[in-house]
């Protein structure tokens, strides 16, 4: 479940922004995902769960060799 949500947002976040990024790896990032199942008791001893996401977008910059090549194959990847 967790890898077909963020197969699905990694691809939206790559649609919505295509004409920032396409072809200007200068300008790409890294998405850092996490996501925790939490539960906790109440006061009335019943207790709550809930799922916690967070993400953020990193800039990834191109300087070496190594980072433009893996930048190039996730553009590949996402259609680029």
Known sequence: MEQA???TRGCGIA???RRFWK???ERAG???YGYAPVCWQMQNGR???ANLRAE???PAIA???QTKVLLASY???LGA
Request: glycine content about 4%; charged content about 40%; aromatic content about 12%.
């Open 5 to 7: 949500y963020l197969d």
């Open 15 to 17: 649609d919505e922004r």
């Open 23 to 25: 072809e200007k790896l």
């Open 30 to 32: 890294i998405v850092f």
């Open 47 to 49: 207790f709550g769960h």
């Open 56 to 58: 953020t977008v990193c």
């Open 63 to 65: 300087d070496d060799m």
């Open 75 to 77: 553009a590949q990847e």
